[in-house]
């Protein structure tokens, strides 16, 4: 209940900041689906409470899916879609093979929303709300979901390849990714704290340990005593799919527990760490977030939020998909 009343203030706030961008003519508001479908939020909660509950590692692959999908082509669901016809799916694109997860707990929920309001809630607008849901149900800040995103009828595996970060971008690199989306640095920070759950593999990290500056010397970022740690069970070679937890503090907790271990030099990813010691811009919100978890959730809310509105179908282009994993016939 703490949890939940601590995060009132923050979603008021979005919720009249999203009431006034709607007015002023923008397409995506809380209330599209209030009279179409009322209970779709309640369907989708339950769904993912559901999953969660059954495997807690569900609630940062549903959150990882919504950011997978806004990244490339913006947020139209088409990284759910399977290869078919023209189509090559999404899927089978480095960030995702091997490591994309969570499509069938969007199966049951498109389901259970088709069975309800038939025709009516898109797939992209699922994994939204699914990836709000699931940061509230492992203790992070709520916020309203701008809804009336559209599904789109194609799927980019190269957009899927090039455009979403990489373990291994440097922080320029990443910047830019970013910027292209229209998020700035605060956005970035804030939305890398997603690392604050879930898993990496092996394969992802190994080269810190390894070879990072192609000479066979480890990453000096990298806290020495931690790295013998990783190096335990992520050898020179073999292993690629190991998981180590991104926080091995509170793993399965949303809370700024990630950027402290930053300061400490115990980012997993290089991805992570790069933000704390490749710029000063970028290290001065590491350490504010370190310092403040309220802060934290205030901007990450506000920047899922602005990262929601990427490039959304709406009106009449794309459709809404009967079935998350190819479009209708």
Request: hydrophobic share 40%; aromatic share 6%.
């Amino acid at each position: 209940m703490a949890l939940v009343v601590a995060s009132l203030t923050v979603s008021s706030l979005l919720s009249a900041y999203l009431l006034c961008s709607f007015a002023a003519g923008q397409s995506l508001h809380p209330q599209f689906y209030d009279r179409s479908c009322p209970k779709v939020q309640a369907i989708v909660e339950a769904a993912v409470a559901k999953a969660v509950a059954k495997e807690a590692r569900m609630a940062a692959s549903l959150l990882r899916l919504h950011f997978h999908d806004c990244f490339v082509k913006g947020c139209d669901a088409s990284n759910l879609l399977d290869s078919s016809g023209t189509i090559i799916s999404e899927k089978r694109s480095n960030p995702n093979r091997d490591s994309a997860r969570g499509f069938e707990v969007v199966d049951e929920i498109k389901h259970a929303v088709e069975k309800e309001c038939p025709a009516t809630v898109s797939c992209a607008d699922i994994l939204a709300l699914a990836a709000r849901d699931s940061t509230v149900l492992v203790g992070g800040p709520s916020w309203v979901v701008p809804l009336g995103r559209r599904d789109s009828l194609g799927a980019s595996i190269k957009g899927s390849n090039n455009n979403i970060p990489a373990p291994n971008n440097t922080l320029q690199t990443i910047i830019t990714k970013f910027k292209l989306k229209g998020l700035d640095l605060v956005d970035l920070v804030a939305l890398s704290g997603s690392h604050t759950i879930g898993d990496a593999r092996c394969t992802s990290f190994r080269q810190r340990l390894y070879n990072q500056t192609v000479d066979g010397r480890p990453d000096s970022t990298l806290d020495p005593a931690y790295a013998a740690g990783l190096r335990g069970r992520c050898p020179r070679s073999g292993g690629d799919q190991t998981l180590f937890a991104l926080d091995p503090v509170t793993q399965f907790r949303f809370d700024n527990q990630y950027f402290k271990n930053l300061v400490a030099n115990k980012g997993l990813l290089g991805s992570d760490e790069v933000l704390f010691t490749g710029g000063a811009a970028t290290a001065q919100l590491v350490r504010k977030f370190a310092r403040s978890n309220a802060a934290f959730f205030d901007q990450y809310a506000e920047s899922m939020v602005r990262m929601g509105n990427i490039a959304p179908l709406t009106g009449g282009r794309g459709e809404i998909r009967k079935n998350c994993r190819r479009i209708n016939k």
